[in-house]
């Protein structure tokens, strides 16, 4: 049961801070006026689908991030040609579908060879219908229909490049944005749950206590309050207490432990821990403290995501200076460090989702292609030179790059496989 529960726990996770990336994107561009095709968690097959107004809502089956595609980001699926013979569909005196296949067996719908079509502005289609040349004015929000799936018709308003360079701007730096905003509040919510160390601490209690490890072993317990350890006073000095117990690697340990109103003694011998230099025993020490008000919870929450963007970008610094296969993680590791976490509580999950989100929104501005930062950096160019760049050699741009985010994703998913598979 335990494991479900972590399972559900971790993917509700990638599942919301994914979400809140894409509905930065999926909102602003709805309020810009832009069609949005599809609101996309996930890349590959449909999972499930729903279509909601304008947009299909999809669930995919590779939890590599998620899209909000819009009109006119990528060249138009389907286009009509001049003497292509299509069929249509006429509500109150307009074009709400048009047919380009299977039109024997379509009923009730207008059959003829196009003479002229105009979906962008003017929205008109003139047909010969049997000799009789015809003229339909066209619904803007009309679909077509081609081996039976619906597409909407995107006029030039409607579309990402028509908008003015701000409103882009906005709809594409809304994604990261909405992980900011998240990783504050998830920041904040971590420090409503576990409160904020006291001002001046007398000692040191223990936090988690990790399952097959010596504490877990002596039944010491989340709370416990370290008074000595081999007769030396802790106090509120908890690297003493790590300094000790590292130094001790096979060795037998006195512990004095405080639980309530009730002192005794454990005897503790730390082990080593693959991929860990000195003993361990298991435990996570924590400083004691009270609960915190509202503003002390907004002034802690920013100083935490600022202290945890100065982490992230030390640690791009250091990859970029080592650089390692090693050190990258993919969904796989992503996982399984997460579910390692989440068999913790639900306030070092709460930690751990927002430390990621903020990282998401971090590295989504990075100027690689294919990300938002990139896509951003185009619309900058756009704005000195007054004019966009060619939408063909932008898109070959982010197509580019990624085929090499995609391929840099496999190749360290299947580092992570087989990190796993030899232990």
Not at 380 to 396: A, L, T
């Amino acid at each position: 049961m335990e494991m479900v529960q972590v399972v559900f726990l971790t993917i509700l996770m990638f599942f919301l801070i994914v979400t809140v990336h894409e509905w930065g994107h999926y909102y602003f561009a709805k309020r810009a006026g832009i069609l949005v095709r599809e609101f996309a968690i996930g890349f590959g097959p449909k999972l499930f689908s729903y279509k909601r107004n304008e947009t299909q809502f999809t669930l995919r089956l590779l939890p590599f991030g998620g899209y909000a595609r819009m009109a006119g980001e990528d060249p138009e699926l389907v286009e009509i040609q001049v003497g292509q013979t299509v069929g249509i569909r006429i509500t109150n005196d307009e074009v709400k579908k048009i047919y380009l296949d299977q039109l024997d067996n379509r009923k009730n719908i207008v059959r003829g060879e196009v003479q002229s079509i105009d979906l962008d502005e003017a929205l008109t289609l003139q047909l010969d219908v049997d000799g009789d040349i015809q003229q339909y004015r066209v619904d803007p929000q009309a679909m077509m229909v081609k081996k039976g799936q619906e597409i909407q018709i995107a006029p030039k308003n409607r579309r990402f490049g028509s908008k003015t360079v701000g409103q882009r701007a906005l709809s594409i730096f809304a994604g990261p944005v909405m992980n900011f905003i998240l990783a504050f509040i998830l920041f904040g919510l971590h420090i409503q749950m576990a409160g904020i160390p006291l001002d001046n601490p007398t000692y040191v209690q223990i936090g988690n206590v990790s399952a097959g490890m010596p504490a877990s072993e002596a039944n010491l317990k989340k709370g416990d309050i370290i008074e000595s350890i081999n007769g030396t006073a802790i106090g509120a000095d908890y690297q003493k207490m790590i300094e000790l117990t590292a130094t001790s690697e096979g060795k037998s340990m006195e512990w004095s432990i405080r639980r309530g109103d009730e002192t005794f003694n454990v005897t503790l011998i730390p082990r080593a821990m693959e991929g860990q230099e000195g003993g361990k025993i298991g435990i996570t020490p924590e400083l004691p403290t009270r609960s915190a008000s509202i503003g002390e919870t907004i002034t802690h929450s920013g100083k935490t995501m600022v202290s945890t963007t100065e982490m992230i970008f030390k640690g791009f610094s250091q990859l970029i200076s080592q650089f390692s296969m090693d050190d990258i993680g993919g969904p796989v590791r992503t996982f399984e460090v997460t579910g390692q976490i989440a068999k913790q509580g639900i306030v070092q999950l709460t930690y751990w989702t927002a430390i990621l989100s903020l990282y998401l929104g971090i590295f989504n501005l990075f100027p690689i292609p294919a990300l938002d930062g990139s896509r951003l950096i185009f619309l900058g160019v756009e704005w000195i030179r007054g004019k966009p760049i060619d939408p063909n050699r932008e898109g070959m741009v982010h197509f580019v790059g990624f085929a090499m985010l995609f391929l840099l994703m496999i190749a360290v998913t299947y580092n992570d496989i087989l990190r796993l598979i030899n232990g």
